[in-house]
């Protein structure tokens, strides 16, 4: 999470920035999910396309890079769909594989998406860390 007065990263549990003192969410220059500076009107982001009226929501992000992996390498067993919280899609992915063995070319794709930032959030709508 970014600071939306000075852009600097603060933790995701933060009440204040470190850096500038303001308490988050009380102002509007930057972005609070990638840090880009914003325009004080803005409704959504224009380098990340989050937006900039809602807060970004409550919890741990997940990696991207250990969800693309999974995706491309047991992607079949729907592992990383798992990992990112959409469990019926995942069991959906381990009924294609079983009885059709198609769902490693789901995964294969779905890793390589989530890789490229094409898939960028989690089920809660968490945005996936870099």
Request: proline share 4%; with cysteine; glycine share 14%.
């Amino acid at each position: 999470m970014f600071c939306r007065n000075c852009g600097e990263q603060i933790e995701n549990n933060a009440s204040v920035c470190i850096h500038c003192g303001v308490a988050v969410g009380q102002a509007s220059k930057y972005c609070p999910n990638c840090g880009a500076e914003t325009l004080p009107n803005a409704v959504v982001c224009t380098k990340c396309g989050v937006s900039l009226s809602a807060p970004i929501p409550e919890g741990e992000q997940k990696s991207k890079l250990t969800a693309g992996l999974l995706g491309i390498f047991v992607g079949g067993l729907g592992v990383h769909n798992f990992y990112l919280g959409y469990t019926g899609k995942a069991i959906a992915q381990i009924c294609l594989s079983l009885c059709f063995g198609v769902g490693a070319i789901w995964g294969l794709i779905e890793g390589i998406m989530i890789l490229t930032g094409s898939i960028n959030k989690d089920a809660k709508g968490i945005p996936l860390k870099d």
